[in-house]
């Protein structure tokens, strides 16, 4: 599977920003999608999950109450609502699908897209 992010960009503190993941070349029902970022001189982390069926969710506690993975089958995308933005949440997000496993392992992902910029200010 292909996958394509978009919809990062510069919002201040406390704005909203929702990301677009497009998926391709493979069977979207199968796959496990989920979000990572990388902040500038740190690891990669893991930021939320969502199942095969879309009933099921995981969050980073980081971001619990103010971030929604959701995904659409019938359009083969996956996005990320991130409200009440933080300064912290600056980082290039990800989008990620795996096959195998359960959505809250939050490890193992196969399938990377390129990342793309959220930048937060204060």
């Known amino acids: 599977v292909q996958l394509q992010a978009s919809g990062g960009g510069l919002v201040q503190a406390g704005g909203s920003l929702r990301l677009s993941c497009a998926a391709s070349?493979?069977?979207?029902?199968?796959?496990?999608l989920g979000w990572f970022r990388q902040a500038p001189g740190k690891e990669r982390e893991f930021v939320a999950a969502i199942s095969r069926n879309g009933f099921g969710t995981d969050y980073a506690d980081s971001v619990k109450g103010r971030f929604t993975i959701s995904r659409d089958k019938a359009k083969y995308t996956m996005a990320l609502q991130m409200n009440n933005l933080k300064p912290e949440d600056t980082a290039v997000y990800y989008c990620a699908a795996r096959n195998i496993g359960h959505y809250s392992d939050r490890s193992q992902y196969d399938y990377w897209g390129q990342g793309t910029l959220v930048t937060v200010s204060s």
């Open positions: 070349g493979g069977t979207f029902s199968s796959y496990i």
